[in-house]
């Protein structure tokens, strides 16, 4: 079977890492998640003015860690975020041009239970995680674009076989 492009979507606290790590198990990925990455770098710094331009450019890096290991034929998952529909057709693009499997894990949650979950989370530190406040979900709650049926459809020509 060829190599798969799986990418995690959701907002912060919808259960992306969680999944991703099961995923990363279950079907031996290589999972690529940017947090973890800039955490060890810069620090929790959600609220500092270089806060996006950081995590845009591990984002980067962690892409084309990905495109090497897809053309060695190994599974990569993205677990990023892809707020739009815009960059999830991109990354479809680059699959397809990759000629690479693409499939979508779409973590649908209300905002009502991320708030839960980020309130847990920034309680317990024994994960690595940035905090993330109400205001913040309140912020880009609105900016989120969910997975639809008609979006996974356009991507179809690209999903695995079996999975």
Request: proline share 4%.
């Amino acid at each position: 079977m060829k190599a798969t492009l799986h990418i995690m979507v959701g907002l912060p606290g919808s259960g992306k890492t969680p999944q991703a790590k099961y995923l990363e198990k279950k079907y031996h990925l290589i999972r690529l998640t940017p947090d973890e990455w800039h955490l060890s770098l810069f620090g929790d710094d959600t609220d500092h003015q270089d806060h996006d331009i950081r995590h845009h450019h591990i984002e980067q890096v962690m892409f084309d860690l990905a495109k090497m290991h897809l053309s060695q034929g190994k599974s990569v998952i993205l677990d990023y975020g892809f707020w739009t529909q815009k960059e999830r057709y991109e990354l479809y693009l680059k699959a397809k041009s990759m000629n690479v499997f693409f499939q979508v894990h779409f973590m649908d949650a209300s905002k009502e239970d991320i708030l839960k979950r980020i309130e847990s989370r920034n309680h317990n530190f024994q994960e690595a995680s940035f905090t993330i406040y109400p205001h913040h979900i309140e912020k880009w709650y609105p900016l989120f674009e969910p997975v639809t049926q008609t979006e996974l459809t356009l991507y179809k020509d690209q999903w695995p076989d079996a999975f």
